[in-house]
């Protein structure tokens, strides 16, 4: 069968190599000249700079995948642990490191918030509570059919904490502000709020504390290139700068695509990593699928979108790790700002990602490569990009200065801002977001787009805004989750769907 996979992101990539593995004839389109999707790279002046992800959790699932294809992950890229995974700057001026030893961090925690210490400890096995009860029941289930219901433990699923919110369950259990904000900004990493997304969402800790956060050894995107090599080697034929205007359908089934240049290919199966709101309202005929569908996929919330700003500056700071976080003065308010006003922050939370401090050739000597990120709104008439890009540059740049990064400006080589608009131009994510949908109430992250159509056989979604979510280890399992799918649909009689 000649399956066309809309899209070489991640998602994109690991479905193609599991559908060659299995025999399958695989054609991947993709409208940029480079795999990878948001997972990309920008190299200039000397410096290197990974321009989407920075840090890889649950690599288990990448061993799989190439277990599977019959490779070895680490026959193509080096993991590295970072110690410390992370440290954060308050704006009162304390420094906090949380370290790879829990027994460091809650040393740490003795030193700026005692009565927290154990809060910290508690907290972290209530997150990995959450995860015993969500991985196998959410993130590893395609729950699509009857049957990925039947084996779910109704009394674990009420026990997810969804009832209340992430901040209102962290205040309850931690005295000191530092702590709270630590652990309020976890919710980021699927482009949440923590004051509207569900305390459920507070398993995020787990993910890196508890099972560990990496780097890749020459940065993030070897791991789109070691994905992309693998599916050249099982036989998948690339075409990039190669746009699909269109999937077409005829009585209810795929029959194949049509290119922006208006040729026509037939295919059998289609698997889009294009976003899913995109897919679902711009590429499918509206005479192939319901205008109740079509809406349903306009009102979905996208998730925040970001403001990066890539710095090569001639000079090291000291205070720097690999990954450094910058708080706000007022969390809740900058939040607000961001997916109530949806506006630029005014004191927005800065994350540094110095990989040059792991990485020495990322930069000439002397020098940093700086990828600074801020969460920003999603595309919407509240704000303009083309009116304020260069002002909230400056505005970064002097945040930083006044935070301890002495004569950041007069030190600049290299920079260039990538904004929530180049984001939807380059990706065509849903108004210019970066992890796909929001989780910002109660059981959104359970209702994703699942990862196949309910209206049209032989079409299967993949990528961050699908189901289970964003962030790699989730992209690269909404991969087999469509290829079991796949195995199910395409090789018996069609079940019946929930």
């Given at each position: ?15 193609a ?11 991947v ?16 002046h000397?410096f290197?700079?990974?321009t ?9 699932i990448?061993?799989?995948?190439f277990e599977q294809?019959g490779d ?6 080096e993991l ?7 440290r ?6 304390t ?9 460091a961090?809650v ?14 400890t508690?907290?972290?096995?209530y ?15 395609p729950l ?7 084996e779910?433990d109704?009394l ?5 904490d969804a009832f209340?919110?992430?901040?209102d ?5 931690f005295?000191s ?15 949440s ?7 459920t ?11 560990g956060?990496?780097y890749?050894?020459g ?11 693998l ?18 359908v005829?009585?209810g ?16 199966l289609?698997?889009s990593n ?10 499918i005929?509206n ?13 979905i ?28 003065e ?10 109530k ?10 994350y540094?990602?110095n990989?040059?401090?792991s ?27 083309d ?9 970064v ?14 030190s600049i080589?290299?920079?260039?801002s ?14 210019g ?6 989780s910002?109430?109660?059981?959104s ?16 979604f993949v990528?961050?805004?699908?189901h ?11 991969a087999?989750?469509a290829?079991e799918?796949?195995d199910r649909n395409?090789?018996t ?6």
């Amino acid at each position: 069968m000649r399956v066309c996979v809309i899209g070489a992101g991640l998602g994109g990539l690991s479905v193609a190599c599991l559908l060659a593995r299995k025999g399958y004839e695989v054609s991947v389109f993709e409208k940029n000249d480079s795999a990878g999707g948001k997972m990309n790279e920008v190299q200039s002046h000397g410096f290197r700079f990974d321009t989407g992800p920075s840090l890889l959790t649950m690599p288990f699932i990448l061993e799989k995948l190439f277990e599977q294809c019959g490779d070895k992950l680490s026959s193509h890229i080096e993991l590295k642990p970072l110690d410390p995974i992370c440290r954060y700057f308050y704006p009162d001026g304390t420094i906090f490191n949380n370290f790879e030893s829990r027994q460091a961090t809650v040393e740490e925690i003795n030193r700026i918030a005692p009565n927290d210490t154990m809060a910290y400890t508690d907290f972290l096995d209530y997150a990995e509570t959450l995860y015993k009860k969500t991985a196998d029941a959410f993130i590893f289930n395609p729950l699509f059919e009857f049957r990925d219901l039947k084996e779910l433990d109704l009394l674990s699923f009420f026990g997810i904490d969804a009832f209340t919110t992430v901040s209102d369950r962290v205040d309850s259990r931690f005295e000191s502000e530092y702590l709270r904000k630590f652990f309020k900004r976890f919710t980021t990493y699927n482009g949440s709020s923590p004051f509207l997304a569900p305390a459920t969402l507070n398993v995020i800790p787990h993910v890196e504390i508890n099972q560990g956060g990496y780097y890749v050894k020459g940065g993030l995107y070897k791991v789109a290139e070691a994905i992309k090599n693998l599916a050249v080697k099982l036989g998948v034929k690339f075409h990039f700068k190669a746009t699909v205007k269109s999937v077409l359908v005829e009585e209810g089934k795929v029959s194949g695509i049509e290119l922006s240049n208006n040729k026509q290919i037939p295919f059998d199966l289609i698997v889009s990593n294009s976003d899913a709101t995109e897919t679902i309202t711009n590429l499918i005929p509206n005479d192939s699928i319901s205008p109740r569908r079509k809406e349903k996929a306009k009102q979905i919330e996208p998730s925040c979108s970001g403001f990066v700003l890539l710095l090569g500056v001639n000079k090291q700071f000291d205070q720097l790790t690999h990954h450094n976080i910058f708080f706000s003065e007022n969390y809740e308010h900058e939040f607000h700002q961001i997916f109530k006003e949806k506006v630029m922050p005014d004191d927005p939370t800065v994350y540094i990602a110095n990989t040059s401090y792991s990485d020495p050739d990322h930069a000439p000597e002397g020098a940093s490569n700086l990828f600074i990120l801020i969460n920003a709104p999603y595309l919407s008439d509240s704000y303009s990009w083309d009116k304020y890009t260069e002002w909230y540059e400056n505005k970064v740049i002097d945040i930083l200065e006044k935070k301890g990064l002495e004569e950041l400006s007069d030190s600049i080589l290299y920079r260039k801002s990538i904004t929530p608009v180049d984001f939807y131009k380059q990706y065509l994510s849903n108004k210019g977001s970066i992890y796909g949908t929001s989780s910002n109430n109660k059981f959104s992250a359970f209702l994703r787009p699942r990862n196949k159509s309910k209206e049209i056989d032989g079409l299967y979604f993949v990528g961050g805004s699908t189901h289970p979510g964003g962030g790699i280890p989730l992209v690269v399992q909404s991969a087999f989750n469509a290829m079991e799918l796949i195995d199910r649909n395409e090789t018996t009689e069609e079940s019946i769907t929930v």
